[in-house]
């Protein structure tokens, strides 16, 4: 014992001993250095849960990277494509279209499913700061190279819509999250668009002045009962089975459909091509009887079925003193979000839908399709069709869609081409940008009374210059991986110069999908905003 004294009084030990002998519970509690995570923990995870959790999205991908923008898995009968992006760019644009059309022409691929990789988000439309470089250096410059730039996009992204609108195959566009604006197009022209509960959509391109495009305003001008032009002009949300019953989504499916389908896709190919589709019905749940929006559907349509945009506020001011409460209260709160959006920007869009809608009208006169037989056609067009005359009315009701879908590609891209010059598309864009920061403002436009705006000035904006027309080819029947190779195989004949193949044609193609597409243009643009 003493020998053990001298020791610890030698190396200066004792005084240790003893405060650790005092102070020993305080030392415990007042521990400051962590040596481990404990259950309690926030960040604790179960190793148990981790084992057997189910195998995410991002398993068995055709790429390790983290940052790529849209991925796809193989599987034997059916390719799923996962888009990794909150918003559009060039690149996303360019790589979801190539892996399309390769999708579209492998015939071990009967089906096809888009989705996002999160299922919070699906896609949130062009990402707004790139395009808020182009427009400022162009309303600055007044330089046409950054028109020409605006207008690459804008085709880009019009062929991308159109593959989606015409696709060959089925093609699962699940709406997996939140939609907004413009981005719509990717999941709603898909021939079986589908959705969930945690699904939804608002048009929001108002909300920042800016117009439609990618055929927004085709799906949103086709709705029945004029609801798309309620959706457009209020920033409306439609959730969950609302989107099903309004007319945006077709199917009903749930997120854990992808995986059940990816396991029997290969039975997909064990039969015929007809009898393939009619096996993709048994993954289409039954929709839930919900719709919020079912007792409005005809107070909608009786105010916003008028051809001017002025009428239809008139309406909606004299509802806001009618003595149903319920159409009291919805009049006065449409009729504010209205008057308080981009002056402009809201007749523009109305007059775009406008159009599209008179145009649809005339088409179906043309067609000698009247209203009952029409909606024959929107009931048989969710079924594939077994008999010859429900594949007749598929035919006639594509050929219809596609004369519509193509006036509204031409009608958005030529007035948005038009509306760039416009300070308002400038300020709109820049005050939404900043609305949640310390450096917000209230955006000012040329003429801030939405009852103010002259005709002249719309009309301008919708036909000046109209020289975009969107023009219809035959996709090859070759992938678009082989480009490369397409000089010696293809099925393009140049008629004027005599040759086997069209060279030019295919140059061009090579350079307007190739992942590195505008990535120069766009980097010097960077340059003036270091």
């Known amino acids: 014992m003493l020998f053990k004294l001298k020791y610890l009084r030698k190396h200066n030990k004792i005084y240790d001993v003893i405060q650790l002998s005092k102070c020993k519970n305080a030392y415990v509690i007042k521990r400051s250095v962590r040596t481990s995570i404990f259950k309690d ?23 390790g990277k983290l940052d790529e923008y849209v991925y796809n898995r193989n599987n034997i009968g059916m390719d799923t494509i996962i888009i990794n992006s909150k918003y559009m760019n060039i690149k996303m644009i360019n790589k979801l279209y190539k892996k399309l059309c390769d999708s579209e022409v492998n015939y071990t691929k009967r089906f096809i499913f888009l989705t996002s990789l999160y299922n919070n988000i699906f896609n949130y439309s062009y990402n707004l700061y790139d395009l808020l470089k182009i427009l400022e250096l162009y309303q600055k410059c007044k330089d046409i190279h950054y028109l020409n730039l605006f207008k690459k996009i804008l085709q880009n992204t019009n062929d991308l819509a159109y593959l989606i609108f015409s696709y060959k195959k089925p093609i699962i566009s699940y709406c997996n999250g939140k939609i907004k604006g413009s981005a719509g197009f990717l999941s709603f022209l898909a021939n079986n668009s589908a959705s969930f509960n945690h699904s939804s959509y608002t048009y929001n391109n108002l909300n920042y002045s800016f117009l439609p495009y990618g055929g927004i305003s085709f799906i949103l001008a086709n709705l029945r009962a004029n609801l798309g032009f309620y959706f457009a002009l209020t920033g409306q949300v439609i959730q ?239 992938s678009y991986s082989s480009l490369s190779v397409l000089e010696k195989y293809n099925q393009h004949y140049n008629a004027e110069g005599n040759t086997s193949h069209d060279k030019l044609f295919f140059s061009k193609q090579f350079e307007r999908w190739n992942d590195d597409y505008l990535q120069e243009e766009l980097e010097d643009i960077n340059k003036h905003f270091l």
């Open 41 to 63: 923990d926030d960040i604790y995870l179960n190793p148990q849960d981790i084992h057997n959790e189910s195998l995410p999205k991002i398993n068995y991908l055709n790429s």
């Open 240 to 478: 969950s089975s609302d989107l099903v019953w309004c007319g945006l989504t077709k199917r009903w499916i749930s997120d854990e459909s992808l995986e059940l389908m990816e396991i029997s896709s290969e039975s997909q190919l064990e039969v015929s091509e007809q009898d393939a589709h009619i096996l993709l019905e048994e993954h289409f749940f039954k929709i839930p009887e919900k719709y919020t929006l079912k007792n409005y559907e005809q107070v909608i349509h009786e105010h916003f079925k008028h051809n001017n945009l002025l009428t239809i506020l008139k309406c909606l001011d004299q509802s806001r003193n009618s003595s149903d409460q319920n159409i009291k209260k919805w009049a006065d709160e449409t009729y504010q979000k209205i008057i308080t959006l981009p002056p402009l920007a809201t007749h523009l869009t109305f007059e775009i839908l406008n159009i599209l809608r008179n145009y649809k009208m005339e088409l179906l006169k043309k067609a000698q399709v009247n209203k009952r037989l029409w909606n024959e056609m929107i009931k048989n067009s969710y079924k594939v069709p077994t008999t010859k005359e429900q594949i007749s009315m598929n035919e006639l009701k594509y050929t219809i869609d596609k004369e519509l879908f193509i006036k509204s590609l031409n009608i958005e891209t030529n007035t948005l081409l038009n509306f760039i010059s416009c300070p308002d598309i400038l300020n709109g864009i820049t005050s939404y940008l900043v609305k949640d920061t310390n450096h917000a403002f209230s955006s000012t436009y040329l003429n801030n009374n939405i009852f103010q705006i002259k005709k002249d000035i719309i009309y301008y904006f919708l036909f000046y210059k109209n020289s975009y027309e969107y023009n219809i080819y035959d996709r090859p029947d070759i």
